[in-house]
């Protein structure tokens, strides 16, 4: 099943580990959808801010790479 989000911008910090994805769909549950299919894969994954506008959400999915695990 695809997410139904639209990827607008990446960017990866390699000082904090981490990689922000920009994304766009129709609904905030395709963004929580998405992270959790992110989580289920072993990934550190957590939404940013949503913004609705017009019948779009705008928001960010942060993956982290560095300090995972306890």
């Given at each position: 099943k695809e997410a139904g989000l639209t990827l607008n911008n990446v960017n990866f910090n390699e000082g904090r580990g981490?990689?922000?994805?920009?994304?766009?769909?129709?609904?905030?549950?395709?963004?929580?959808?998405?992270?959790?299919?992110?989580?289920?894969?072993?990934?550190?994954?957590?939404?940013?801010?949503?913004?609705q506008d017009n019948g779009n959400v705008r928001g960010s999915i942060k993956i982290s790479f560095l300090g995972g695990g306890a």
């Open positions: 981490d990689l922000i994805m920009q994304v766009s769909g129709k609904r905030s549950e395709e963004f929580v959808d998405f992270s959790q299919k992110l989580i289920s894969q072993g990934l550190d994954a957590e939404i940013g801010a949503i913004n």
